[in-house]
């Protein structure tokens, strides 16, 4: 399978408040398959929205900018076109769903007028043949009598259903990538089953690529088939799910891991990572894991650690590994 | 269940009216709290887990008191909490206290950390000296484990697993016997979660506390709970220790909630139970057993019979309130 997607070297930069510039993300590289999903797994602030943002280009010209890398779909460079050709991907090749589904419907227009407007952008096709896809999306995403729903107002339907609504809207143009920024973080549960089922199964029929980006460890490993895991800005482990369940290398994944209390066993004291997220205006020289880490080098407060292969499709950021990555 | 109980909840129901029109008449009422029966004993952790708009924070508050119930009783240590005077509740309330979902809401952004926390000694104990006062606070500090100059720095200042220490702290100032901990870790990153946990449960051993612990998160919940008390449309479903529970669950919302519970180890298969729609509306509850409307289970007369307040023992301690089980 050849490569969908291809992020290199991205780096996005910030304005502070005191003209300062902070970069969110940094050296940022991964890839996606076609008809693959990803996940990307990261406490808040750990730049996983951003990466996303960045993609889509929807950073806001006057808070920050995209300084440095390629993102490569289907090999051609997303950052070197036009704002006008860029708005031809966006929501056709490449759509997004937010993670609030209260506050990315507009309240004030039906949903029929929402779904009809990236559907006729688009498709270039008349108001009657709009109107038709769009109920069939609706009805598509399991929502009873579409008809009726789509003379009503966000505010009359549940937050399940809004999902719904919006992942009718990503994928009214089939999009070969669909990124989903926690898309079920405000759902409940039983909810939260359904729509990840939902986007199974659309995905398995529309043949899309997912990256599926999430803080809740459950959920991407029931989804995804490739994990990235964030820290501060970085990618710092790069495996297929597999990979880093059972064999996690950085002390991040693995301190992540185990502090997750589990279902079927009982743990007496859940473990620990000391301390907290640095900000993004104060990061610790070095590796910015190292002020938590447990097994700190000296090298660690000086260099910032490079990707290294670990084995088969498994990168990781980690002082602790040069050795083996140069050996093998 | 034993008669020890530290705290003993009899049919406690709880309406919201709703109120319409010009006159705002009432129309109807939203049962968010519906004849619910439980007991804490000391010592004990119990778990509610449900989804939102359940009412798990309804029977939290009001067992407390903040929201005045419509009627059952609330019997701490014997006595009835409910038509208590304002006077005597609010001594009650000394040994009572509560711990907030929301730490970046629940701190008042323009006190000192130490006056947040000492504002539970200035009411009930206003004799208290000023040198007195923040020894305590400091006391109250190191035990939740954040350093002692934190005392004159604001919330903003601190971190969310911090300021839910903060939070913490201010609950325990009084020496509460009891702790009603609303979702307190659900706003947190897992890394910084699994201390908050960790200091929940220290806290309990050291301190001999008892917990009412609220959650829509069953492995945390699970975590921390000795019994576990699953709520759906404002009632329980099923009631059971935290083992009969997790390896023995008999409702049916209970299995489907299980199972959609995301795993996080990929060598374990899935089998989920997708329930079908949405939870119906509190306002206007689906007669006979609420669930009837999601379960897959669902026999003929289930939209008949009342299960209200109708636990069913199936083994020791564990209740079940569905038909299948009659």
């Not at chain 1, 009598?145 to 107002?153: C, D, I």
């Not at chain 1, 000296?298 to 260099?303: E, F, G, N, V």
């Not at chain 2, 269940?1 to 129309?27: A, H, W």
């Not at chain 2, 795993?263 to 007669?287: K, V």
Request: net charge neutral; with cysteine; glycine share 6%.
């Amino acid at each position: 399978m050849s490569k969908l997607l291809e992020v290199k070297n991205l780096q996005t930069c910030f304005y502070s408040k005191d003209k300062r510039i902070v970069s969110a993300i940094n050296d940022v590289n991964f890839s996606i398959k076609k008809g693959e999903t990803l996940g990307i797994v990261g406490e808040s602030g750990c730049g996983k929205s951003v990466t996303a943002l960045s993609i889509l280009q929807l950073i806001q010209p006057h808070s920050g900018m995209i300084t440095q890398g390629e993102i490569l779909l289907n090999g051609q460079d997303l950052l070197k076109l036009n704002e006008k050709k860029m708005q031809q991907i966006r929501g056709n090749q490449i759509s997004m769903i937010f993670q609030e589904p209260m506050t990315s419907l507009n309240p004030s227009f039906t949903i029929g007028y929402q779904l009809i407007s990236p559907i006729r952008l688009h498709r270039r096709c008349s108001r009657k043949d709009a109107y038709d896809y769009a109920v069939s999306m609706l009805h598509m995403v399991g929502i009873a009598s579409p008809e009726q729903r789509m003379k009503e107002y966000p505010h009359q339907l549940s937050g399940g259903m809004r999902q719904r609504v919006m992942i009718a809207m990503a994928l009214s143009c089939e999009p070969e990538l669909l990124i989903a920024d926690e898309p079920t973080t405000a759902l409940d549960v039983t909810i939260q089953a359904q729509i990840l089922e939902l986007m199974k199964q659309l995905q398995r029929k529309l043949q899309m690529s997912i990256i599926l980006i999430t803080h809740d460890m459950g959920v991407v490993m029931g989804m995804c088939d490739n994990i990235a895991i964030m820290y501060a800005g970085n990618v710092i482990e790069f495996a297929d799910k597999y990979q880093i369940f059972n064999y996690p290398k950085h002390p991040y994944t693995k301190g992540l891991l185990s502090s997750i209390p589990s279902l079927d066993r009982d743990v007496d004291v859940l473990n620990t990572i000391p301390g907290i997220v640095p900000s993004i205006s104060n990061m610790p020289s070095g590796c910015k894991f190292g002020p938590r880490c447990q097994h700190t080098l000296p090298i660690c407060k000086q260099l910032q650690p490079k990707s290294i292969q670990v084995g088969n499709d498994h990168s990781v950021s980690c002082w602790l590994y040069e050795q083996e990555g140069g050996e093998s | 269940m034993s008669d020890k109980g530290l705290l003993e909840v009899q049919d406690l129901c709880t309406y919201f009216p709703i109120n319409k029109g010009v006159l705002r008449q009432k129309v109807g009422e939203v049962k968010a709290v519906d004849h619910i029966n439980i007991s804490i004993d000391q010592g004990e952790t119990l778990g509610i887990v449900g989804e939102s708009g359940c009412g798990k924070s309804t029977l939290g508050r009001s067992i407390l008191g903040l929201i005045k119930p419509t009627g059952g009783h609330v019997l701490f240590k014997g006595e009835d909490v409910t038509n208590m005077d304002f006077k005597k509740l609010r001594s009650m309330r000394q040994q009572m206290q509560i711990v907030f979902q929301d730490p970046f809401a629940s701190l008042n952004p323009r006190m000192l950390v130490e006056d947040i926390i000492a504002e539970p000694l200035r009411i009930h104990e206003s004799s208290l000296s000023r040198n007195k006062l923040q020894s305590r606070v400091e006391q109250m500090l190191e035990l939740v484990g954040i350093e002692s100059d934190a005392a004159n720095r604001y919330p903003h200042e601190f971190s969310g697993g911090q300021r839910q220490r903060i939070s913490i702290a201010r609950a325990l100032i009084m020496n509460p016997e009891f702790i009603f901990l609303d979702e307190p870790v659900s706003a947190l990153d897992v890394s910084v979660r699994s201390q908050v946990l960790n200091l929940i449960r220290n806290l309990q051993k050291d301190l001999g506390l008892t917990y009412l612990f609220i959650s829509h998160d069953l492995s945390v919940v699970r975590h921390i709970s000795d019994r576990v008390g699953v709520m759906y449309l404002g009632t329980i479903v099923e009631l059971a220790s935290k083992n009969q529970l997790f390896n023995n669950p008999l409702h049916p919302y209970t299995k489907a909630l299980m199972s959609a519970i995301p795993i996080a180890n990929p060598n374990i298969p899935i089998n989920r139970i997708i329930l079908e729609g949405d939870i119906p509306s509190p306002a206007n509850p689906p007669s006979g057993c609420r669930f009837h409307t999601r379960c897959p289970n669902v026999r003929k007369d289930c939209d008949k019979t009342d299960m209200l307040n109708r636990m069913i023992e199936v083994e020791r301690d564990h209740y079940v309130s569905c038909l299948l089980y009659k």
